[in-house]
């Protein structure tokens, strides 16, 4: 984790900047805590997300949707939450009574919950369709996707049971005065109570220089799985579940320039020992595709299919490696394929300006 931070706070909401994803990368167009927002307080300026605290009513429901944990509400870590659950009696999961709106879970949270527990969470979403906070449904359907998410997972593993919903919308007051006041009041009572241990595991995490750069949430993901293997009838699926990726580079078009190493958020690339290659650890890959759009060849793409004993035991493998050599026209090193031994570079310089080396006695 970098020792530097910037953090942009209303009274109870915080947005560090220096996890956000966009930011950490200047060309990646993620903007899911924008779209959601009922209240527009994030704003994309010169490219960089920003949030104008003066709009931000403290909702928690964008939370979920970051998938670098740039965001946070004082008094409720869904990380926190997620890890006491099989401790729990109660297991609604409920924005009047348990949590904050729902939209700080995502498929990791629930995935994790459902397999720790011996029980499945099950989500009041009675609220959701009439909600102040649900404009044109946004933070309903982002709920709703985030849960179905989780079910396929544990469908196509065969794990039993799933996510539960609650439908039924009992009559009372639904104002949007009312509701954004309970909201704020039940997360800051939240926020004094004596015990704030597990409610700041996720800030916690992320302050610690000793953790690695990948989000907590997708750590007790993988945690999960390894302590609940066994629950699974079949590991390898075709379908990535959009919570994993699988990548691979071409021998032929990559240049080894290491841009996709540099600018991997989570560490998922690595240099092999001798700098000569690149190393794949799939457990750290949250495919988030910044490694897919920085590469000027094309040479990463993403494979189909996922086995979920390498993202659980954080097994890699060695994606490229070349031999580096010294190009004779320029001196430089680089990876050698074959032929003669000058660079891409220099052979395409050959070709294209031949003809103003050309003598006149052999035109």
């Known amino acids: 984790m970098s020792s530097i931070t910037f953090v942009q706070k209303s009274e109870l909401f915080s947005y560090s900047g220096t996890n956000c994803i966009r930011n950490d990368y200047y060309h ?3 903007r899911l805590c924008v779209d959601i927002c009922p209240q527009g307080a994030f704003h994309i300026v010169r490219n960089k997300l920003t949030l104008f605290s003066n709009e931000c009513i403290e909702c928690a429901a964008c939370i979920g949707s970051c998938p670098t944990e740039a965001l946070s509400i004082a008094g409720f870590d ?3 939450y997620t890890v ?6 109660e297991r609604l999961l409920s924005c009047k009574t348990t949590t904050t709106c729902l939209g700080v879970f995502d498929a990791h949270h629930y995935i994790a919950m459902g397999l720790d527990s011996d029980e499945m969470p099950k989500c009041d979403l009675s609220h959701c369709g009439e909600c102040a906070l ?3 449904q946004k933070v309903e359907k982002f709920i709703r996707d985030e849960i179905a998410k989780a079910n396929n997972f544990f469908s196509f593993c065969g794990v039993d049971g799933a996510v539960e919903t609650l439908e039924h919308r009992p009559k009372e007051d639904n104002s949007r005065r009312a509701l954004f006041k309970a909201a704020f009041t039940k997360v800051k009572e939240s926020a004094q109570e004596e015990s704030t241990t597990s409610l700041t595991m996720t800030a916690e995490y992320q302050k610690d220089p000793n953790t690695s750069a990948l989000p907590l949430k997708f750590l007790h993901l993988k945690q999960a799985l390894k302590r609940n293997l066994s629950k699974l009838s079949h590991t390898f699926h075709e379908s990535n579940f959009d919570l994993f990726a699988q990548k691979t580079i071409s021998f032929e078009a990559c240049t080894n320039c290491g841009d996709c190493i540099q600018f ?3 560490q998922a690339l690595l240099p092999t020992e001798d700098k000569q290659g690149i190393n794949f650890n799939t457990g750290n890959c949250i495919a988030c595709g910044i490694c897919d759009h920085i590469c000027k060849t094309d040479a990463i ?3 189909p299919g996922i086995d979920l004993v390498n993202i659980a035991y954080d097994r890699g493998e060695e994606l490229v490696h070349y031999e580096m050599v010294m190009c004779v026209e320029c001196r430089c090193p680089y990876p050698y394929r074959g032929g003669d031994p000058v660079c891409d570079r220099c052979a395409s310089y050959q070709e294209e300006f031949s003809h103003v080396f050309t003598l006149a006695r052999d035109m």
């Open 28 to 30: 990646n167009a993620c």
């Open 301 to 303: 793409a993403t494979l």
């Open 134 to 136: 649900n404009t044109e």
């Open 78 to 80: 869904p990380n926190a």
């Open 264 to 266: 991997c958020p989570t």
């Open 84 to 89: 006491a659950f099989k401790e729990n009696k």
